[in-house]
Every structure is written in structure tokens, then in C-alpha cells.
């Protein structure tokens, strides 16, 4: 191709991005002056930050180091059953920040936390293009555990591409799976099939912008510079969009700041990389390594991203798993709906040690599937009728 049809392709791609972009921006607005009304009650003195116990520099097979988080926990662990070390993998462009009120709640219930930057984002070193794949992630993973959880039994949780790097591990760590897994969480995530995607665009935009974006942001990618520059004068349009993408209700306007903040402090040229692969993502029959593990699959009804479709084909080849799925709620349902993802992981947590402490074939053997929806809904309801009471009292 000519230097001068890539450089149109190029700027096409970039003008593609801006188009979907601005479309996205009337769509949000309503939401996000709603979502700022919420900050002013809920959002004012929040930090949405957590210091752990411990950091650690884990160095990945091929040398990128990892940045790690250890939590202890605050209280000992209540009920029976083997107590695990939790393993939290954030997603694309996120950080490990994203667990921050899940971290609070697994230490405060007893269990010991682990956390750590996928390569690339956070405080993770990065590596080279090549490398920026799921199968990669699943390699990284497994350093992760051998070197900060090297033995008991574990949770592993992941959100987004986070699911998609334990299905990773489960591909080349058949062992592990088997002999140390008593529970496993997928959170908005997909096991394949994202190709279909159009993240809300519409099949034309959504295939275009899927062709040439990888190209665009990489050719932004020697501007980070001006990025940063472009966010300080336009950060309404940025909320804007982080909000349409991230969430399905409103929310406090520190939490849309946040989600911005993780995502677009992300290396450009990192995003490009990783961007092809997740097309090619398939990882299906590595979720047969997870049948008889106690499973929870969770999903907001308005993603746009990983779509609900995804998580009911993790459900379908994983029988037994519980499948809960969370109305008004987007992509990143641990900070949407803290409260809802943090119960729920604690609820697979002890069901997995009940499990665990059966100590048999038992614990292989495909459980049945219980579907659990409108869990916001649920909540808000009973937030209401507490502050009546209150009133009433």
C-alpha cells in the first residue's frame, strides 16, 4: 500500500473514531448531568483509593515486570470450608484500581486479596507488540499466582479481558485449575466472538471503526502528548463518553473520573496493540477446565461491550455455573454496582468452601444453575424503604 493511501486510511480511521465519538455524546449527555446531581450526594469526600499490605514486582517470562498488590484481611474468615486467596484480573485499559470497593469487602469478610496491573496498564511495565495478547495474559497470570499466592486454594476473578486471561491460564494450567481452583467469577466478559460486537454503533460504523481503529490509535500514539493536552480542555466530552461506555445508571461523577482516568491514562500504543487480538479471542473449550468449580458468571443488562449473548455462552459451556444478571447496569459493573458484585462474589466464596470441604469427587460434578436478575432494582428499593423508615422513626 502507498505511503499516501495508508496515511488516508489512517485519517479515516482517526475521522471514523471522532464521528462514533461525537454521536456517542448527545446519547450520554442526559445520563451524565443525572449521574453529576448523584455526585453531590454520594461523591464528596470518596477517594476510591486502597494501600495495600503489600507490593511486589513480579517479572513475567518475558521480563516485563508486573506490578502486584497484596490485601490481608481485617477479620477472620467466618463459616466453614478452606479459606482462599482471591485473585482479582482488572480489563482492558483498566487498572487494578477498578477493584477498589471489592477489595474492601472480600479483607473485611477475611480473605486475603491479590491484585495486580495487566501488562501494559497501570503501574505494569510494558513489553513488546507482539506479546500484547490473551494467550500472553494467561502466561502472566500464572507468574502472577506462583510468586504472590504459591499455595492454598484460590478464587480467581475476572472482568472483561480479566475473564478472558483465567480462560487463558485454564488452557496451558490444567493442574492448577483442577487442584487449587474452588471458585472462579467471569465478570462482563466473553469467551469468544467479539468480532460481532458493534459496541452500540450500529453494523457499518461498528465494522469500520473495528478495521481501521487499531491503525488510528496508533497513529495517535506518537501524540500523547497532545492527548493529555486535549483532555484538560475537553473533559466534559470525556465524561461523556466514558459514561455512555461504562455504565447503565447513573453514578457518582468521582466514579466517571476514575473510569476516565484508568482508560485513557493507558499507553495508546498499548491499545492498539492489544486491539486485533481480542477478534481473534476464542476460548471455548477452555472453559470445560471450569465444569464442576463453583462458577459465577455476572453481567449488566446494558453492556455494550461484552453484550449479555456472551455471558449466557459462558453459562451454556460451563454447566452448573450461576448466572446473575444485573438491569441497569453496563460494562464495568464492580463500580456501577459495588454493593451487587461485592455480595455476590462473597456468596460464590462460601459456596466454593462448602464445596471444597466435601473434599470429593463431588465438588466436579455439574451443579444446577440457579438465574438471579434485577438485583440493582432489588437494591435501590430497599435503600428507599430504609430511608423511609428512618423518616418514619
Not at 244 to 265: E, H, N, Q
Amino acid at each position: 500500500m502507498s505511503p499516501a493511501r495508508n496515511k488516508t486510511l489512517t485519517g479515516l480511521g482517526v475521522g471514523l473514531v471522532a464521528a462514533g465519538a461525537a454521536a456517542a455524546v448527545g446519547v450520554a449527555a442526559d445520563r451524565l448531568v443525572r449521574a453529576r446531581n448523584t455526585a453531590i450526594a454520594l461523591d464528596s469526600s470518596e477517594t476510591y483509593e486502597r494501600v495495600p499490605d503489600e507490593e511486589l514486582v513480579v517479572v513475567a517470562d518475558d521480563g516485563v515486570p508486573l506490578h502486584v498488590e497484596v490485601d490481608h484481611p481485617t477479620a477472620p474468615a467466618s463459616g466453614t470450608g478452606p479459606v482462599p486467596t482471591v485473585v482479582l484480573s482488572h480489563g482492558y485499559t483498566l487498572s487494578l484500581r477498578c477493584w477498589v470497593f471489592q477489595r474492601r469487602a472480600l479483607t473485611a469478610a477475611g480473605y486475603r486479596v491479590v491484585v495486580w496491573d495487566q501488562r501494559g496498564h497501570g503501574r505494569s511495565g510494558t513489553g513488546s507488540p507482539e506479546h500484547y495478547d490473551v494467550d500472553q495474559l494467561g502466561q502472566d497470570l500464572a507468574r502472577v499466582i506462583a510468586e504472590a499466592a504459591p499455595e492454598g486454594p484460590l478464587v480467581l476473578v475476572g472482568h472483561s479481558m480479566g475473564g478472558m486471561t483465567i480462560m487463558s491460564l485454564a488452557v496451558e494450567h490444567h493442574d492448577l485449575i483442577r487442584e487449587r481452583v474452588i471458585g472462579v467469577a467471569f465478570v462482563a466478559t466473553s469467551p469468544g466472538g467479539l468480532s460481532d460486537v458493534d459496541w452500540g454503533m450500529g453494523n457499518l460504523m461498528g465494522n469500520l471503526v473495528r478495521r481501521l481503529g487499531p491503525r488510528a490509535v496508533g497513529q495517535l500514539a506518537d501524540r500523547q502528548g497532545v492527548l493529555a493536552s486535549a483532555r484538560k480542555a475537553g473533559r466534559g466530552i470525556e465524561d461523556f463518553l466514558v459514561d455512555r461506555y461504562s455504565f447503565a445508571s447513573p453514578v457518582p461523577l468521582g466514579i466517571v473520573r476514575l473510569t476516565g482516568d484508568m482508560i485513557l491514562g493507558t499507553r495508546l500504543d498499548v491499545v492498539s496493540h492489544f486491539m486485533p487480538g481480542f477478534d481473534r479471542h476464542d476460548k471455548r473449550e477452555a472453559l470445560a477446565q471450569f465444569i464442576g468449580v463453583e462458577t459465577l458468571v455476572l453481567n449488566g443488562s446494558g453492556d455494550l461491550l461484552t453484550p449479555p449473548d456472551h455471558s449466557e455462552e459462558i453459562v451454556r459451556l460451563v454447566p452448573g455455573a450461576e448466572h446473575v444478571v444485573v438491569n441497569d447496569a453496563g460494562h464495568i459493573l464492580m463500580l456501577e454496582h459495588p454493593d451487587v458484585v461485592s455480595e455476590q462474589l462473597l456468596a460464590l466464596i462460601e459456596r466454593a468452601r462448602r464445596a471444597g470441604a466435601e473434599q470429593t469427587d463431588v465438588r466436579r460434578k455439574p451443579r444446577v444453575r440457579r438465574t438471579v436478575t434485577d438485583l440493582a432494582q432489588q437494591r435501590r428499593v430497599s435503600r428507599v424503604q430504609s430511608r423511609r423508615r428512618r423518616r418514619a422513626g
